[in-house]
């Protein structure tokens, strides 16, 4: 069993829709989450980061972190084509041999069709 | 700024060569990463560095070594490229261990 897993989608969405994007976890250690979006052919980029559970805001974008049930969630409002990427989830625990290893979910591929 | 840099962007390799894969980060980062991303297998870790002459292994570093002369640069090396490295690989920097990982554009490797 991988330790996060996420639905790799492919996920299609009219412009303007609500996105949810989700991932679960295995290691109750996890305590630092972090959504990176990858656009096509380009490097991951840090998008949410969020310790602990509960939720974080910015702008269109809302990560919320539910440790009791070890579950992330992404939400984009108000969803536009330039939302269109490859969306990764991915969480780290306490700091091991002094770097923080973070662990990946496979990433889910969004679509916003104009 | 130009964040991370990786070369080169695209290569093509004949199994049993050698290749040198270079990153360098001008944020004065301490801590370096290399993974690699196949399809369906998401972002794995191949090898870290925690600061200048430092370096360790991560998930799948057979194949592969690393040297972190300068803090500045991070060297992913193959000895004796094979198929099953074909590969997109992304380099990564973070400056301590509460902060977000910058990765690079990433290199695309093929080996024949």
């Known amino acids: 069993q991988k330790e996060v897993e996420q639905d790799p989608g492919p996920l299609s969405v009219p412009e303007g829709a609500i996105v949810s994007l989700n991932c679960t976890y295995s290691?109750?250690?996890?305590?630092?989450f972090m959504w990176y979006r990858q656009y096509s052919r380009k490097g991951p980029e840090l998008l949410m980061y969020?310790?602990?559970?509960g939720n974080k805001e910015d702008g269109r974008f809302t990560a919320q972190v539910d440790k009791s049930s070890k579950y992330i969630s992404l939400f984009i409002r108000d969803s536009q084509p330039s939302d269109s990427a490859t969306y990764l989830c991915a969480m780290r625990g306490p700091p091991l041999q002094g770097a923080q290893k973070l662990v990946f979910g496979q990433g889910t591929r969004l679509t916003i069709n104009p | 700024n130009a964040g991370v840099t990786q070369t080169p962007k695209f290569r093509v390799l004949k199994t049993g060569q050698s290749m040198t894969l270079l990153c360098a980060q001008d944020m004065n980062h301490e801590y370096m990463y290399w993974y690699r991303q196949d399809p369906g297998m998401g972002l794995r870790l191949i090898h870290y560095s925690v600061g200048e002459g430092t370096t360790a292994k991560g998930e799948v570093p057979d194949g592969y070594n690393v040297s972190r002369l300068k803090k500045q640069n991070f060297l992913l090396g193959l000895e004796s490229a094979a198929p099953s490295q074909t590969s997109v690989y992304f380099c990564?920097?973070?400056?301590?261990?509460?902060?977000?990982?910058?990765f690079g554009s990433g290199t695309r490797l093929t080996v024949v």
């Open positions: 990564a920097s973070s400056r301590t261990v509460n902060y977000g990982y910058t």
């Open positions: 290691n109750s250690a996890f305590q630092y």
């Open positions: 969020t310790y602990s559970s």
